[in-house]
Nanobody, 124 residues
Framework: QVQLVESGGGLVQAGGSLRLSCAAS????????MGWFRQAPGKEREFVAT????????DYSESVKGRFTISRDNAKNTMYLQMNSLKPEDTAIYYC?????????????????WGQGTQVTVSS
């Protein structure tokens, strides 16, 4: 089992940047594909980005592609999300989780052991 803690959220103006971290406890972090998801008020949680266990394979939602970068450091049991050129529509609670099913890596139902989330607010 993996326990996760997200951090790095905050209030930023449009066009600004933030770097989110997802710190994992447990010795199995490096064996999981990991993902970032977000949930805006009144909306369902949606896929943002995913990264393979060794960091060599990444994928992004179309809405963040070219602006966000997902990465991981298995030696530190930590995953990151560098967010640049932020827009008001990026405002949401951001969550990280390991993929526990080998199905679609963009489907949140294939992820478990969610962290508590970190709030990102982008002002216009």
């Amino acid at each position: 089992q993996v326990q996760l803690v997200e951090s790095g959220g905050g209030l930023v103006q449009a066009g600004g940047s933030l770097r989110l971290s997802c710190a994992a406890s447990g010795r199995t972090f490096s064996s999981y594909r990991m993902g970032w998801f977000r949930q805006a008020p009144g909306k369902e949680r949606e896929f943002v980005a995913t990264i393979s266990w060794n960091g060599r394979n990444t994928d992004y939602s179309e809405s963040v592609k070219g602006r966000f970068t997902i990465s991981r450091d298995n030696a530190k049991n930590t995953m990151y999300l560098q967010m640049n050129s932020l827009k008001p529509e990026d405002t949401a609670i951001y969550y990280c989780a390991p993929q526990v099913s080998t199905d679609n890596s963009k489907d949140q139902s294939n992820y478990d052991y969610w962290g508590q989330g970190t709030q990102v607010t982008v002002s216009s």
